[in-house]
T-cell receptor, first 112, second 114 residues
Framework: KAGVTQTPRYLIKTRGQQVTLSCSPISGHRSVSWYQQTPGQGLQFLFE???????NKGNFPGRFSGRQFSNSRSEMNVSTLELGDSALYLC???????????FGQGTRLTVV | GENVEQHPSTLSVQEGDSAVIKCTYS??????FPWYKQELGKRPQLIID?????GEKKDQRIAVTLNKTAKHFSLHITETQPEDSAVYFC?????????????FGQGTILTVHP
């Protein structure tokens, strides 16, 4: 069974631009969660999607948004990028959101 | 809201020794407690987990214990090996409607010296 796949692996963007990251969950998993990982703040929850609906949202500004498609693939978008958005963005998939969660390799975003 | 405190932040042991990492939490409704291992430049990898109706779980050299009354859970690694060197994160899933929302501890950098 293929694992969680995230694309792209690396991104360099300029302040003010926007970016879209993609996550393909493990086959059969319907819950996709997104996390931001930074050295200072650790792993912080962004949002979770299940059956194309956002069920939970973390404490991030509205510039961070996401969506989920009918095949459970998910995207997250960050608009008006700031230097502080530089981080490793991880997605995790699980069957229903209350069981084992498996992470993708992440997208390393650098904002210059 | 959910809060997880993880200690110690760094842990250095000799190969063959045991390592213990402890996490405390505040939300008594928390019902699922996974542990992740993250090697440098890699994804967090689920290594063991425990649910609130179980007090202890073992998988070879790794064990997790949960004390719901005291609201803490711990990771125990026995017979440590250099390849156990990594950052370890505890996490929890709160009860209720916290689907997919893992709250993580700050991480423990474990170094196993040969």
């Amino acid at each position: 069974k293929a694992g969680v796949t995230q694309t792209p692996r690396y991104l360099i963007k300029t302040r003010g631009q926007q970016v879209t990251l993609s996550c393909s969950p493990i086959s059969g998993h319907r819950s996709v969660s997104w996390y931001q990982q930074t050295p200072g703040q650790g792993l912080q929850f962004l949002f979770e999607y299940f059956s194309e609906t956002q069920r939970n949202k973390g404490n991030f500004p509205g510039r961070f948004s996401g969506r989920q498609f009918s095949n459970s693939r998910s995207e997250m978008n960050v608009s008006t990028l700031e230097l502080g958005d530089s981080a490793l963005y991880l997605c995790a998939s699980s069957l229903e959101g209350n069981t084992e969660a498996f992470f993708g390799q992440g997208t390393r975003l650098t904002v210059v | 809201g959910e809060n997880v405190e993880q200690h110690p932040s760094t842990l250095s042991v000799q190969e063959g020794d045991s390592a213990v990492i402890k996490c405390t939490y505040s939300d008594s409704a928390s019902n699922y407690f996974p542990w992740y291992k993250q090697e440098l430049g890699k994804r967090p990898q689920l290594i063991i987990d425990i649910r609130s109706n179980v007090g202890e779980k073992k998988d070879q050299r790794i064990a997790v214990t949960l004390n719901k009354t005291a609201k803490h859970f711990s990771l125990h690694i026995t017979e440590t090996q250099p390849e156990d060197s990594a950052v370890y994160f505890c996490a929890l899933l709160a009860g209720g409607t916290s689907y997919g929302k893992l709250t993580f501890g700050q991480g423990t950098i474990l170094t196993v010296h040969p």
